[in-house]
C-alpha cells in the first residue's frame, strides 16, 4: 500500500461531496445554452388506441410555440427505431420477435404516456401550453394489460400472435422433470412479483445542441452509459454518425437501471436541435417519470424444488410470464432470461434446473433494468421456495439451505443453468448473519412480541448475483448487441499528476473516488493528483456505462491494466535514467528502483522525462499515457445471507421491519463506507418492494400510482438501522479482486422480508407489497 | 400554472373586495394543496389571494375557557404553541402528526380546514372539540361545517378568520398514517368534557364526522374494550388503493380503542 | 413581437442576477400570459442569503424557479415540483419550506436562505456541510441539498437529537440512493453527538 489513508481499503472521503453539499453539483437541467428553446411532449392518454389525425393548427397560434414535430416528421426524416439490444433465442431456435418502436409514434399508442408528437417554444410554459393544444383523434381499441391473460387477449402488434415476444428455456427439462417425478416431497409455489417504479430523483432530461457551422451535435443526457447512447443514436436511430455526436452525462441524479436506456425524448431533442437550429432542452416532469421511465421487475411465476429424504434439492423448475411493457426497450428482453434463468442455481448444489419464461407484450410501460436487474426475481423465487419447503418439512431454514450450499472446494462450479461461479463461501456469510441477527434470541422475542399483540417473524435470503456481465464474445453468442468490456486510460501529466479516463459513469457509486484510490494505490502517485474523467464522449475513447454492479470489477480492471503499461513503459525509461538493464529496475510505492546501487526515480521524474525527453531511449516514443481494454473472463459472482425480522400488528395490520442483516461477499473493497452506502441504498430498494412500492394500472391502462402520493417509496422513518458487514473471497479472474456491490442491497433483502412476513403470519404465500391491508385480510382468515 | 393575478391584501375588507371583484377568485392560504393543484392545471384562477398579509388572521389566544387560533397559524406554531400545549396538549399532538416538516411549517389550519381533503387531520378536532369557525360576518358550528367530500358549510368568498376550541378534560387522537402520502388513512379524536364524550373521525367518510354510537358506548362505560361492541358499518366509507371501506371500518374502532386507551393513560 | 420581448427579458436579466445576461430565463416569458400580468408589481425584492436580489417575477412563479431560473442558483433541486420529494427544501425565516410549492410573490420580505447560502464568508462549510462529507453522506446527491436544508433546520429547533428523532425530521427528503443512514449520523456528528 502506497497510502494507508487513500489507497485501497481507505474509507476516503469522496470527493465528489463538495460539490453536492455546497448546491454546485451540474446536472443536466443545471445547463443552459444561449438561445436555448424548450420542449414538450404530446402523449398519449390511452393504453391503446389508433391514432387517426392529428391537428397542430391551434398549438402553433400559441404565443411563444416555434415548431411543432410528429412521428410522421421524424419517420421522412428517415430516423430509425429505437432498438432492443439483446435478441433472445427462443426454445425452437428462432429469433424473439420484435415490434417496431418508433421514437415518436405515428399510427398506433400503445400505452398511457407514450409520446407521439413534440412542440419546440420560447419558454417552457408555451411549450406546455402547446402541447395543450395540439388535437388529436384518436380510435380507441381494447387495452391489454392484465399479464396473466395477456396471450389470450388481443393482439397488440401486428404479425405477433398471442402477444409473446418470445418463449425461452434454459436448463434439462427432461432430467428435471424426473428428478422431481422422483422427490420424496415437492415444494410448489405460486409467485407475483410486483411491476416497480424506478423514481429517480433527478428527472430524465435532455438537451440537444447543433452546430450548424460544424454539423457537430451535442447531447446533454441523464445517461448512466453515454457511449452507448451515441451509439444507439447513430447507429440505429441514425440522429448523426457516431463522430459528430457527442453525448455528455454530467452529474447524473440517480439511475437504478431506468437512465442505462436510450429513450424516445433524448432522440427527439437532439434531433429537433438540428431542425429548429437553436438547442432544445426538456426536462420530465414526475409524471412523465412515472409513465414513460422504463419499470422494473413484473413477473408472474410458478415455481417448484423437489427435495429427497434428507432435504437435499433434486430438481427445480421454473415457468415464468414476464411483462416486456408494450415495447421491447433496449435490455427488456435480457432481464428475464440471461439474467434471471441463468440465477436460478442460487447458493445449492441443485442438479437439475429447468426454467421457462414467456415474454409478453402489453399495453403498459416498457419494462427493463431496474436495480438488480432479472437477479432479485430469480432469488424472489428460490429463496422463497426454498424458506416455504423447510416450513412444510419442519426444517430449520438456516439448516437445510446449508445442508445444499456449495461447498468452498467445489469451486470453480458448473451450475445447471450455464453459469460457471468461480469462488465464494456461503456457510461464511450465513455464520456471519445469524451471529448479527442473533438467531438463538428470536424464539425468546417471538414470544415477547405475543405479549404485545404483535405477531414476530423472522426470514432468510442466500443469494447470488452474476455481476460485470461477460466476457464479450459469450455475451454476444448469447445476443447482447455489444461487447461488455470496458475502457480505461491513464495520462501521466508532464509535471507528474494523472488524469484518469473511464468508460464506467459514477451516478451516485463514488467513482471520482474510488477510481483515483485505485489509480493512486498502482502508481504511488498521490491520491489528489489523480483526476477521475467519465461520461463525456468526447474525453473519454469508449465506454459501456455503469449497470450490473460492473463499474470496479471491469472499468477499475481496466485501470489496473492501463496502470501496468504505463509501469512497463515507465520502467524503460527509469533504465534509461538510471542506466540500467530494464530488468534489473522494479516499481514500488511510486519509484522505479534499481536494487545493486539502491538508486531509484519517481514516477514523476519518470513522467517528466516522457514529455522532456532530454534523455531518453532512442527505440521509445515520448509521453506516458497509456489505455487499456479490459473483457472479463467470466461474471463475477457476489453472494451473501440477508435476513429480515418483522413484527406485525395484529389490530392493523401494519408491518414493522424490525431488524434487517445483509452480510455480503464482495471480494475486495476498495472503500467500505462507500460500499457500506451502496449495500444501505439496495437495502431500501429492497424494502420497498416487499412493504411499500407497487406500480399498479387499472383495467384501461391508466397508472393509478402516478404519483409520489400514491406510489411510496421508503423515507427515512420507514427503515430501521440496517446491520451490515461483510466477508471475502476475492474475485479470481479480475486484477482487483473485486466482484461488485451496488445491487446485492436489493437482490436478497426483498425475499428475506417477505419470508420474515411470511413466518410471522404462518402462511405461504402473499403477494408484494405486504401492505397493512392485505396483512389484516389474512390476520381474520380472508 | 396558467397565468394568474396574484394579490396580497393585507385586510380582510380588502381581501373580500378582491375576491367579489374577480370572475374566478382563489383565497390562498398555505398553499399545500393550492399550488400542486394549480401547477398540474386542474385549477386556473384568474386570481389568487394570498392571505398571508393580514396579520390578524395569525396566533393564538386563550379567553376564559376558550382557545383561539388564527385561521392562518401554521400547523407548526400549533405544534409549538404553550397555549396549545397547556389548554388542548391533544390538538398540539395532533398538529405534530401532519405530513413532515416542511408540510407543517407551511400549511394553515384554516387552509386545512377550509379545504375538507377527507383524510385532513385537523377536521377530526374540529368536529369533536367544541368549535366555533369563525368567519368574516358569521360563525358555524364545528359539528355543522363539514358537508361533504371538498365542501363546506362555507359560502363563496367567505374567509375563516380563526377557529374557536373548547377545553377538554382531556383528549387523545390516533392516527393510521397512509404510508405514501402521511395523511390520515383513519384518523380517530376522542375528547373527555367532563365525562361527556366526543369522538370525532377523519378519512373513513367522505368527510370527517362525530361517531355518536362510540360516544353513547364511551358515555356509559370509558373503557377500550367498550368500542367492542359498536357497528362500523363501512356504507360510504372511501374506498381506494391505499385502504378498502371495510378496512377503514376496521382501522376506525382500532384507532378509537387506542385513543381511549393513550386519554386513560393520560 | 418576439424580439422585442427577448430584449426585455434580457435588460431584466441583467439587473436581476447583477451579472451579464444569464440564458435561465425562459421558464416563463412574458408573450405568453393569456391574462395580463395584472396589478402585482413584477419586479421585486428578495432577500437570499443575506443578500438583497432584484428580479422580475411573474404572479405564477414558484421559489424553486426563479431561484433556478432567474438567478441560476441551481443548487435548489426540483424533484417531483409538487411539494411531495423535499429537493426543493429551503429555509424561510429559518424554518424549511417546499420551495416549489411556495409563489415567490409570497416570500417578499422574508429571508430565504438556500444551500449556496451556509458557508462563512471564508468558506467554511457549515456543520452540516462538513458532516455530510464526513460521513460520506450523499450518494447521486441530488436530494442533498434539500437533505442539508432539512438537517439544518432541525438542528436549530432541536440542537441535540436521538437518532429517530432525526429520522422523523428528514422524512419530508426522499432519497432514491437510499443513503438515509449516513444522512442520519452526519446530522448526529454535527450535533457533536456520537453517530
Not at chain 1, 201 to 206: D, H, I, L, S, Y
Not at chain 1, 369 to 391: D, I, M
Amino acid at each position: 500500500m502506497s497510502n494507508a489513508d487513500t489507497g485501497i481499503g481507505a474509507s476516503v472521503k469522496r470527493r465528489e461531496d463538495l460539490r453536492f453539499i455546497t448546491g454546485e453539483g451540474t446536472y443536466t437541467d443545471d445547463l443552459n445554452q444561449p438561445g436555448q428553446t424548450y420542449a414538450a411532449f404530446v402523449r398519449s392518454p390511452y393504453a391503446r388506441a389508433r391514432i387517426d389525425a392529428i391537428d397542430v393548427s391551434d398549438a402553433l397560434n400559441v404565443d411563444g410555440v416555434i415548431m411543432i414535430l410528429t412521428g410522421a416528421d421524424m419517420a421522412a426524416d428517415g430516423l430509425g427505431d429505437l432498438p432492443c439490444g439483446w435478441m433472445v433465442k427462443q426454445k425452437d431456435g428462432s429469433d424473439m420477435v420484435t415490434a417496431p418502436h418508433p421514437p415518436l409514434a405515428t399510427e398506433l399508442v400503445n400505452y398511457v404516456g407514450e409520446p407521439y408528437a413534440l412542440v419546440i417554444a420560447d419558454s417552457r410554459h408555451a411549450a406546455r401550453q402547446g402541447a395543450e393544444a395540439v388535437m388529436t383523434d384518436f380510435h380507441e381499441l381494447n387495452p391489454v394489460v392484465n399479464l396473466a391473460s395477456a396471450a389470450q387477449s388481443e393482439q397488440i402488434h401486428a404479425g405477433i400472435p398471442d402477444n409473446r415476444a418470445y418463449d425461452w428455456e434454459l436448463g434439462d427439462k427432461p432430467a428435471t422433470e424426473a428428478a422431481l417425478a422422483g422427490a420424496a416431497h415437492i415444494t410448489r409455489l405460486d409467485l407475483i412479483n410486483n411491476r416497480l417504479i424506478p423514481n429517480a430523483m433527478e428527472p430524465r432530461a435532455a438537451l440537444g445542441v447543433y452546430e450548424k457551422g460544424t454539423g457537430d451535435y451535442t447531447l446533454y443526457t441523464t445517461s448512466q452509459n453515454p457511449h452507448l447512447e451515441r451509439l444507439v443514436l447513430s447507429a440505429f436511430v441514425q440522429v448523426a454518425p457516431e463522430h459528430k455526436l457527442r453525448v455528455v452525462a454530467p452529474d447524473v441524479g440517480g439511475g437504478f437501471g431506468s437512465k442505462i436506456f436510450v429513450y424516445a425524448e433524448e432522440t427527439a431533442v437532439i434531433w429537433a436541435a438540428a431542425k429548429v437550429g437553436r438547442p432544445v432542452k426538456w426536462v420530465a416532469d414526475r409524471s412523465e417519470s412515472f409513465l414513460a421511465d422504463a419499470h422494473g421487475r413484473d413477473h408472474v411465476t410458478h415455481v417448484e424444488l423437489g427435495l429427497d429424504q434428507s432435504g437435499r434439492f433434486v430438481g427445480l423448475k421454473v415457468q415464468t410470464t414476464a411483462n416486456l411493457g408494450a415495447y421491447l426497450s433496449l435490455f427488456g428482453s435480457a432481464v428475464p432470461t440471461y439474467l434471471y434463468g441463468t440465477l436460478l442455481a442460487g447458493q445449492y448444489r441443485t442438479p437439475n434446473i429447468y426454467v421457462e419464461v414467456q415474454g409478453v407484450y402489453t399495453n403498459t410501460s416498457p419494462v427493463d433494468a431496474y436495480r438488480g436487474a432479472g437477479r432479485p426475481e430469480a432469488t424472489y423465487v428460490l429463496e422463497r421456495v426454498v424458506e416455504t419447503a423447510a416450513r412444510e418439512l419442519g426444517r430449520d431454514p438456516a439448516d437445510l439451505r446449508r445442508m445444499n450450499m456449495i461447498q468452498p472446494g467445489d469451486f470453480p462450479y458448473q451450475t445447471p443453468v450455464a453459469l460457471v461461479y468461480d469462488i465464494g463461501d456461503y456457510e461464511a456469510s450465513l455464520d456471519r448473519a445469524l451471529e448479527a441477527i442473533d438467531y438463538q434470541g428470536f424464539p425468546a422475542r417471538r414470544i415477547a412480541s405475543k405479549d404485545q399483540g404483535k405477531r414476530r417473524g423472522i426470514g432468510f435470503a442466500c443469494y447470488i448475483e452474476a455481476c460485470g456481465l461477460a466476457p464479450s464474445q459469450l455475451a454476444i453468442q448469447l445476443g447482447a448487441g455489444v461487447g461488455l468490456y470496458e475502457s480505461g486510460e491513464i495520462r501521466l501529466n508532464p509535471t507528474g499528476n494523472a488524469t484518469v479516463f473511464t468508460g464506467s459513469h459514477s451516478h451516485g457509486q463514488g467513482h471520482e473516488t474510488t477510481f483515483a484510490q485505485i489509480v493512486s494505490d498502482k502508481l504511488g502517485i498521490p491520491f489528489d493528483d489523480v483526476e477521475v474523467v467519465h461520461g463525456d464522449t468526447g474525453r473519454v475513447e469508449f465506454g459501456l456505462g455503469t449497470y450490473g454492479s460492473r463499474s470496479l470489477a471491469v472499468g477499475g480492471s481496466a485501470l489496473m491494466m492501463a496502470g501496468d503499461k504505463i509501469i512497463a513503459k515507465g520502467r524503460r525509461i527509469a533504465a534509461h535514467l538510471m542506466q540500467a538493464s530494464v530488468d534489473d529496475v522494479s516499481f514500488e510505492d511510486g519509484k522505479f528502483l534499481l536494487a545493486a546501487s539502491n538508486q531509484s526515480v519517481t514516477i514523476q521524474e519518470v513522467a517528466f522525462a516522457a514529455y522532456v525527453p532530454t534523455s531518453y531511449p532512442e527505440d521509445l516514443e515520448p509521453g506516458l499515457s497509456e489505455k487499456a481494454f479490459y473483457d472479463p473472463k467470466n461474471f463475477t459472482y457476489p453472494a451473501g445471507t440477508h435476513i429480515a425480522e418483522v413484527e406485525i400488528d395484529e389490530a392493523t395490520g401494519e408491518v414493522d421491519l424490525v431488524a434487517l442483516v445483509a452480510v455480503d461477499d464482495f471480494g475486495e473493497i476498495i472503500n467500505p463506507m462507500i460500499v457500506e452506502g451502496q449495500v444501505h441504498g439496495g437495502l431500501a430498494q429492497g424494502v420497498g418492494q416487499a412493504l411499500l412500492e407497487h406500480g399498479i394500472y387499472d383495467e384501461q391502462g391508466q397508472l393509478v400510482t402516478g404519483s409520489l402520493m400514491d406510489y411510496c417509496m421508503p423515507r427515512a422513518d420507514n427503515l430501521p438501522d440496517f446491520i451490515v458487514d461483510t466477508t471475502i473471497t476475492p474475485c479470481t479472474h479480475n486484477p482487483l479482486g473485486a466482484k461488485g456491490c451496488g445491487e446485492a442491497g436489493a437482490i436478497g433483502s426483498t425475499a428475506a422480508v417477505m419470508n420474515a412476513v411470511t413466518d410471522a403470519l404462518g402462511v405461504k404465500d402473499l403477494s408484494m407489497p405486504a401492505t397493512s391491508e392485505k396483512v389484516w385480510r389474512i390476520l381474520k382468515g380472508e | 400554472m396558467y397565468p394568474f393575478k396574484y394579490h396580497r391584501p393585507t385586510s380582510l375588507e380588502e381581501a373580500a373586495s378582491l375576491y367579489n371583484g374577480s370572475d374566478d377568485p382563489v383565497y390562498l392560504s398555505g398553499g399545500m394543496t393550492l399550488i400542486p393543484t394549480m401547477k398540474q392545471r386542474l385549477a386556473a384562477p384568474a386570481d389568487v389571494i394570498d392571505l398571508s398579509g393580514i396579520e390578524s388572521l395569525t396566533g393564538i389566544s386563550v379567553k376564559g375557557d376558550k382557545l383561539t387560533i388564527g385561521a392562518f397559524t401554521t400547523h407548526a406554531a400549533v405544534m409549538a404553541s404553550a397555549d396549545v400545549r397547556k389548554h388542548i396538549p391533544v390538538l398540539a399532538y395532533l398538529a405534530a402528526q401532519i405530513g413532515d416538516a416542511q408540510v407543517r411549517n407551511r400549511g394553515t389550519i384554516g387552509g386545512s380546514v377550509a379545504n375538507s381533503d377527507p383524510s385532513a387531520d385537523y377536521p377530526a378536532a374540529i368536529v369533536s372539540l367544541g368549535t366555533t369557525i369563525h368567519c368574516q360576518n358569521r360563525s358555524i358550528d364545528g359539528t355543522e361545517f363539514f358537508k361533504d367530500l371538498f365542501e363546506t358549510a362555507l359560502e363563496p368568498g367567505e374567509i375563516i378568520t380563526s377557529i374557536e376550541f373548547s377545553m377538554p378534560t382531556r383528549a387523545a387522537y390516533r392516527k393510521f398514517p397512509n404510508p405514501a402520502s402521511r395523511y390520515a388513512v383513519v384518523g380517530v379524536l376522542v375528547a373527555d368534557f367532563g365525562g361527556s364524550i366526543r369522538v370525532g373521525v377523519t378519512g373513513a367518510g367522505p368527510c370527517a364526522c362525530r361517531a355518536s354510537g362510540m360516544e353513547k358506548v364511551l358515555n356509559d362505560n370509558l373503557k377500550p374494550a367498550a368500542i367492542d361492541a359498536v357497528e362500523v358499518p363501512d356504507a360510504g366509507f372511501n374506498s381506494d388503493l391505499h385502504a378498502s371501506a371495510e378496512y377503514r371500518a376496521h382501522l376506525v374502532k382500532v384507532m378509537a380503542k387506542r385513543a381511549v386507551a393513550a386519554m386513560l393513560e393520560g | 413581437m418576439s424580439t422585442r420581448l427577448s430584449r426585455r427579458r434580457f435588460i431584466k436579466s441583467v439587473i436581476a442576477s447583477g451579472v451579464a445576461a444569464s440564458a435561465t430565463s425562459g421558464w416563463y416569458s412574458a408573450a405568453q400570459a393569456n391574462r395580463p400580468a395584472g396589478t402585482t408589481e413584477r419586479l421585486i425584492s428578495l432577500n437570499i442569503n443575506g443578500r438583497t436580489r432584484r428580479v422580475d417575477v411573474l404572479p405564477q412563479e414558484t421559489l424553486a424557479s426563479t431561484l433556478r431560473y432567474k438567478l441560476g442558483m441551481t443548487g435548489t433541486k426540483i424533484g417531483c415540483n409538487r411539494g411531495e420529494c423535499g429537493a426543493c427544501t429551503v429555509l424561510i425565516d429559518d424554518v424549511t419550506h417546499y420551495s416549489c410549492s411556495m409563489l415567490t410573490h409570497s416570500v417578499r420580505g422574508r429571508s430565504v436562505t438556500t444551500v449556496e447560502g451556509l458557508q462563512a464568508a471564508d468558506g467554511t462549510l457549515h456543520p452540516i456541510q462538513q458532516a455530510f462529507i464526513d460521513e460520506l453522506a450523499p450518494q447521486c446527491g441530488y436530494c442533498t441539498p434539500g437533505q442539508i436544508m432539512a438537517a439544518v433546520a432541525l438542528l436549530k429547533d432541536n440542537p441535540k437529537p436521538t437518532r429517530d428523532e432525526v429520522r422523523v425530521g428528514l422524512s419530508g427528503n426522499l432519497c432514491r440512493c437510499g443513503a438515509y443512514d449516513h444522512y442520519l449520523s452526519a446530522v448526529l456528528r454535527a450535533s457533536g453527538q456520537s453517530t
